[in-house]
C-alpha cells in the first residue's frame, strides 16, 4: 500500500476520533507509517519501544535504530491534541540530550496528526529548534508524504539524506518565503475566529500550512496591509471559505434559523445554543462512543468543546464554565460561549466524528440560512 493510501486512512480515522490514547496513536498511526517508510516495525532492536534514553531510567516512546539499539531518531507520541508546547517539547529534548549534548541526530513530537520534527544540535530554545511542523489532517497527502519521506524513510536514515535535508531546511532563506506565501492563506482562515493573540496564531497556522515559521516582521507587514479591509473580510469570510454548503434557498415554508432534520423530521430550536446542544445529546444516544472519540480530536488553543468536567471547557476561566456550559449527558458538558459561526464548525466536527453512526440517517443542520450535512 503506497503512504498517501495508508495517510489517507488515517485523515479519516483521525477525523472520526478514532485514536483515544497514546498507545492506539502509537499502534493505529505511527506503526503503520514507519513501516511503509522502509523500517521493520517488528525488530524491536531497529524500531525500540520504550528506549531508555538514561541511567535515570528515562524512556522514549520510540527509537528508530541502524545498528543493534543504536538510536538515530527519537519519536515522543502523545495522545492527539495533547501535545503541550511547552512540556511535551521540554521532555522530548529531555530524552535527546545529555549533558547538554545531542543523543540523536533529529527528534520527533508527534501525535499521529501533527507531526515535529526538531534538530538536537541547534542552539536557542527548544522551539528555535524546530525544523517543520506537519498536520496531516491540513496538509495535503502528496506533501505528507514528501515530508514524512524527507525526514523519516528507512533509507534516508540510513545514508544520512534526512539528516542533511534537515539541516538545510533549518538553514535555507526560502523557508521563510515559502512561509510568507502561506501567510494570506492563514490569515483568512483564522479571520472568522478574531483570537486576541493574533500574530501567534497566524505563526501557528502558517507554520501548518507551509511547514515553515515565519518570521514575526513577515506577519506584521501583511496585517498592516490588510488592517483597512479587515472589516470587509471579516463580512465575507464565511461566504468564501467556510466549509459547510451555502444554500441560498432554503425552504421559507421552515419557519425558524435554527433547524435539525433527521430523517425528514424538522426540530426547530429558538436558538443556535439548543441546537447544538441537543445535536449532541442525539449523537450521543446514536453512539456511545462518540464524546469520547470527539473530545480525542483537535478543540481550541486553551478550550475544550466537551469534557467530563466542565471546569476544563474554558481553560482557567471557570466563570464562564459556570454561565456557559450545558450538559450532553450524566457525564458530559459542553462549551456554549461561541459566535454561531463557531458553532457551524463544532458541528461540522461532531458530524465528521459521527458519521459512521450516521449511515442509517439523513441529516441538515440549518443555522443562519447554512445548511450542514454529514
Request: glycine share 4%.
Amino acid at each position: 500500500m503506497k503512504l498517501t493510501q495508508i495517510l489517507k486512512q488515517k485523515q479519516k480515522n483521525l477525523r472520526e476520533g478514532r485514536y483515544l490514547n497514546e498507545a492506539e496513536v502509537i499502534q493505529g498511526v505511527i506503526l503503520p507509517i514507519l513501516l511503509e517508510l522502509g523500517w521493520p516495525v517488528d525488530d524491536t532492536s531497529v524500531v525500540v519501544p520504550q528506549h531508555k534514553t538514561d541511567s535515570k531510567n528515562h524512556q522514549v516512546d520510540l527509537a528508530l535504530c541502524l545498528q543493534y539499539r543504536k538510536p538515530q531518531v527519537y519519536i515522543e507520541v502523545k495522545a492527539v491534541g495533547k501535545i503541550d508546547p511547552e512540556s511535551s517539547v521540554e521532555q522530548l529534548f529531555n530524552y535527546a540530550l545529555q549533558s547538554g549534548e545531542p543523543v540523536v541526530p533529529l527528534a520527533v513530537l508527534t501525535d499521529g496528526q501533527e507531526w515535529n520534527f526538531y534538530l538536537p544540535e541547534k542552539q536557542g530554545r527548544f522551539n528555535d529548534r524546530k525544523v517543520c511542523r506537519l498536520d496531516i489532517l491540513e496538509s495535503d497527502l502528496i506533501k505528507s508524504q514528501k515530508i514524512l519521506e524527507g525526514y523519516l524513510s528507512y533509507e534516508n536514515i540510513k545514508t544520512g539524506k534526512a539528516f542533511d535535508k534537515a539541516r538545510a531546511d533549518y538553514t535555507s532563506g526560502k523557508n521563510n518565503k515559502v512561509a510568507e506565501k502561506a501567510v494570506p492563506k492563514a490569515y483568512e482562515e483564522i479571520l472568522k475566529d478574531k483570537p486576541d493573540e493574533l500574530i501567534k496564531i497566524i505563526s501557528k497556522k502558517t507554520e501548518a500550512l507551509s511547514g515553515y515559521i515565519p518570521s514575526e516582521d513577515s506577519i506584521l507587514d501583511f496585517l498592516e496591509q490588510l488592517y483597512n479591509s479587515w472589516i470587509a473580510a471579516s463580512h465575507s469570510y464565511h461566504e468564501k471559505n467556510y466549509k459547510v454548503s451555502i444554500n441560498e434557498n432554503i425552504d421559507t415554508r421552515v419557519d425558524g434559523k435554527y433547524l435539525f432534520i433527521c430523517d425528514g423530521r424538522k426540530h426547530l430550536f429558538r436558538n443556535s445554543k439548543e441546537l447544538m446542544v441537543n445535536i449532541f445529546k442525539f449523537l450521543a444516544e446514536c453512539d456511545n462512543t462518540f464524546l469520547e472519540r470527539f473530545a480525542s480530536r483537535k478543540h481550541g488553543i486553551k478550550r475544550k468543546y466537551v469534557a467530563k468536567d466542565k471546569y476544563d471547557l474554558y481553560g482557567n476561566r471557570k466563570d464562564l464554565a459556570e454561565r456557559f456550559s450545558a450538559k450532553i449527558t450524566s457525564e458530559w458538558w459542553i462549551g456554549t460561549n461561541y459566535s454561531d459561526d463557531m458553532k457551524k464548525k463544532i458541528l461540522q466536527l461532531a458530524l465528521e466524528v459521527a458519521a459512521p453512526s450516521l449511515a442509517n440517517h439523513n441529516l441538515e443542520i440549518i443555522i443562519n440560512n447554512d445548511r450542514i450535512t454529514v
